[in-house]
């Protein structure tokens, strides 16, 4: 996730300029192309652009779904052959585009970004997905080859719920639907590791569970950079005036929407827990503390003293009274013990155990 | 309260699909129909929906109340009978939507959250209630049995109010008037305990108050979350243009906007007050502290350089004149005295007793 | 003051009921009668509603000045007679109702909060006036018997400034006015006491001295909170195009916007001077701790290694060289002496003293 | 600098009354008139409101500049002859009107702060200056006799820049112009000050210093309570329809604006430094007295242990074998400095020295 | 980059007085002129305004890039030539006017700061560059001589990318877009050093440490307050109306707006990780102290008691039985270690160590 936190550009290099930003992966790219509608559908894979259909037959829909964003080349072809700028190509090519919708004159274009948790370390993962939404044609590109989409694939594939009668439109919310959903998901395991955190504070606030909390805090700090523009978004979403969204989708914006407002609640609800988190282990600390200076104090009150008494007794003057006495050591102890149960007396009066 | 701080949804599920999201409730469900006008009125409960009557007769309401919104098939039958948007009845099914407004073509959907003291812990509850209001029909939507309805009942039911002599409306804004009413009921409540914990703060600052108080600081954010919205959703109702809420109810919508700013702001309020007890505790804490290391340099810096003097007198060289001196004993305890005093008229100049 | 904070309502009784909130009181409903113009001028008190006059003389303007808004017969009576809504007089009813203006048809409705110090306690009073005016008539409805208009009246009675000769939009106007420049004379005193307090800090730091500065944060929230929202509202009354405002008296309205905002700073910056203040407290109070600790340090550090070197002479063993020779104890003694010094010129040097 | 903080008003009397506000002063009031056009100049004194000319010869520009705000006859004389509204003329009397521009039917009103280092003391003045702009006509009220002004009026007087081609609109900006100069270099000495400040703390981490900190923290306080509101006074002037400003003096309103937005950023990041050198004193500080406590720590854990040994050897058992012993006392010094060494090892690894 | 913090003014001179604002600079003003178009190119260097060309040829842009704008005579021939009016050439003449865009009549003045690291120290240097702009010319104007701009002047030069085939316009964004695309690249060296002081924080909470952190976060407030305002600056390009900038042009407007987005969002997201940072370092210098004062007390609390044990039987009474008892010594010894390990049982259970 650190990498999310740099900006990282080309300086000097004109705009525009495809060159990939992020990480690099070797493997291939894969292009996978879905065409369907109510009756028909069919899937392929291509490896070279060439291949690929660029207009789907009349009353059909086509998704590009490009696996692998950082080969030049390919995305090159890629924009001749759908007509895409090369300021939105650029865009597409970045692992660090920050999320945002571009309403261009006979498309749109969104960067998103999806999150999720790493199948093997948990982790959260960041990664972006661009869509590119023309009329019957939607793109995306995407570096990583896992992601969130399979159910809807399935869904395409299954002839399930509504996205075989729908438009490019419908498919293009269902994606970032999906996508929000797994934010949803994500942040419940936040919340678990957020109430796992708070009974460890409780039951011993060690300094290392309070790094787990700083920790959190960052994770989430990136995931609101990312999620938080998408309100935002949607709203425009809902306005926008290029007819590339059907009435019928409309009313599947404002439950995305809802879901969307939902999410950044949620995220707003867990920093402001993890903040009362932090001050809480401040205070625990501070009050283990105050316990340790007072058993400090009360020891040292007690025995200083009385320390002091039996130095005077050990001291080698000739002429000491006290030291010939018979009893004189009885009753020095006797003093000692009545002085050492009035000051537990009075530190008990003080509450101070 | 926990389970309102967590999101949950049914990833990768088509939208609109009909999931009860909520803890599972095994009670059946039951829908209560009220037919009135200003002379007519008839009360009957139904347990399937093929029963319930759809249109009420020219110039009844029916107000339809369905106790229990978990189960998929009666709620399709109701969206069925009613006409009532898929998306609309998924988000009537759950327990967990934000607090919104949708204002559909000719129909308002309104969430809300109930919030009302259990009758036997004494607990705060939250409770998803969902109205659907059209021309001449309410249907409200809730899971569990108890509610804050009943005085609208039987003001329905004795014809007492000015319920009986209006439309649907004014029973859409009857209910969430009384929602309103027990908002309030509930932050008296946590003003008694606020009062009360600071009382118990200001007499003994125990840790075990805080973190009472950080208990009650996270209700009220719990709470506000679910209040926050209404603000600015009266205000939306107020002018929306579907002709569903009439002139006459409009002005009491006004009264009802009254007593939502208010009940944010005494949630703000309280939110200060809380953040002041913090303080207040952290303060009265280290004062408590300060005096407790006080005590202990007192005790300390008078003790140790007697201690000192003494320890010196115990040493064992056999030419120590002062050993011999007939007084020396009684001069060095003088000494002492006098030092401990000059110590003691110190400590006082400097206020630290 | 407390009571303020507390939100009151009758949950469950239809809305427009009309039921005094706010502490009881038993006095006398009193309704005090002023009609004038120019030219003619006079004063009647009322117990009874009937015997109130309803419309003024033409050319005359008349104020009913109700002292007492808690009993139900005479608020219906009044509300009839002057064809007032049952939802103002229900808000005319409450003492905790918040700042408000309500725009109605030909009506204006304001309820403002009047500050003053109590006459035998000092103690700021936070009480509910509602203006209700219409053309040529002013009513105003208050609970307690005190109130800040005296100087009105008596510019009424000596037909002097502008009052006489204007209409009842300036008689709504200078009430106002009076309102807002007792707020400016309670700021004063607030502004004295934090004179007070600062100085008392920084003379010394007591906690109870703490305690008064949290104690007038409080009172400041409660101020803010029933002050604040006039802002807006002045400038809403700016605006109103019922007519009832004239354009002579839009002017005053300037005026009192003026003051209204100064009196919103002037909160403000007291805010953040007690804010200061703790601060001061607490840095006074950490410097006076860091003295206490460094005192304890500088003996501790100074007398325990002496207290050793005494101790290992005092040692018993049989062989002990040093013990037996002649200047051994004088040595000795030089020995501490030089390590005392060595110490005090090393805390020195650290600037601990 | 206090009386700014304390607001002050005539409650009671009626709106308009014109009585001067602010600490008295019993200087004769003094009226200086300059009347210029690019070809004239005429420039005079007057103690006596009847012999100032009202109204300019054709094409030239009067500048009436009051010196002395508080003689109610004079004010209202003045008022009378240039038709100025009593409430005008009372905001014009006080000194503690806050910043704020009125725009009447044919005239301008301006209410700002002009902020010098006193002559003498060099401590902040803040004095209230008003601006009365009326076709040709600019009147200048102000309490206290020294100005900023100067360079001004020698500009006029000596046909210097654009002010003697230009019009009244023009004087007006410039002198407005030159006051906001000042505020820009009274930011400089404020920067001078947190620069020493801030070297001062790094040096040494006194208290004394940090309360001047929050002297100059809160200067900057009433500072920016003067200057904030001029933002939007410029941009309200910017589109002011009155005629009175016309558009060759807009460009230079700009300029004004520009400098305006700077001064209230620069005061801005001096408040971000001084709230960043309180976290700087706090933590020098808090750093120090971890170097006292960690001191008394590595002597006390030192000796501690090694005192109870020697005392152990000085108690006066009949039989304690190794007192008897040869090499006894040796034998113990020895392990006694081991214990030292390894004591001291220890605090290494751990760095606390 | 202290300078930068200081407001500096000419105060009482006349508005649109050409004086150098900023550190004095002794090098010649060098003005290097490029002209050209698709086909053509020509570079000159200028030391007198006389021999610049004022009008390009038909279809070719002029570019003026300024080195030096301290010289009065200079500035006022160019102002001359291209008709600039005074306040322009004023604000271009200083080196601390803040990031601003005026849009006016036929041309836009635009002064940015250009951000780069020094190349011998590797500071950060904080220079002003303004941009006027009008049809077919650009003009620059920076004080020093080193820039960010040669990769623009070498694509202009070797025809490279868009630029020799686009307008003024386009030079305009391309310059600015390399600005932009430098706050990046000083970004990431500000998140290298982030995340090194992170490590070494974590590593070892030293104070110096903390004092690079406070740096850090003061040459971001820095950063920002030049780099903040660029957000609203560009919006309001996109929507300017002089025609100055080309539709072509407004595309690429879009990507600059995505990346002055990204550097402030970067900006903000640095300044909350040092402001965890300092949380971070409090928390752990906090708990070190812990430690510490953990260690004195298990110490004191330990051996002080055992200490007053054995002073009890160094007393030098005469009958003390138990100093006669044979295994006396012994018993006590045993004592004492049952006593110690019950103690350190005792922290352990309480987890002090």
Known sequence: MDSASKPSIKAGTPPGTLIHI?????????????????????????????????????????????????????????????????????????????????????????????????????????????????ANILITFQEKREDVFEPIRNRIR?????????????????????????YIIVLERIADRTETLEESIMANPKVSTLESVYDLKRELLFLRKSIFPLKEIVTKLQKEETGLITDQTQIYLKDLYDHVVQVNESIETYREMLASLIDMYMMLNSNAMNQVVKTLTIISTIFIPLTFIVGVYGMNFDNMPELRWHYGYFIICGIMVVMAILMLLYFRKKKWF
Chains 1, 2, 3, 4, 5 share one sequence.
């Open 22 to 134: 992020g990480s690099d992966v070797n493997s291939k790219v894969e292009i996978r192309v879905f065409i369907y509608n109510d009756g028909h559908f069919s899937e392929n894979k291509y490896s070279s652009v060439s291949d690929v259909p660029t207009l789907p037959p009349a009353g059909q829909i086509i998704w590009v779904d490009v696996d692998g964003n950082h080969d030049e080349t390919i995305m090159k072809q890629l924009g001749q052959k759908f007509s895409i700028h090369e300021l939105v190509l650029s865009d597409a090519m970045s692992d660090e585009q920050r999320t945002k919708l571009d309403i261009l004159d006979n498309a749109l274009f969104w960067v998103l970004k999806m999150v999720y948790p790493d199948k093997d370390s948990q982790n959260i993962v960041i990664e972006q997905v661009s869509f590119y939404l023309k």
């Open 158 to 182: 299954q002839c399930k719920g509504r996205v075989r009668k729908s438009g490019a439109d419908y498919l293009f919310y269902a994606l970032a639907d999906v996508i929000v959903d797994n």
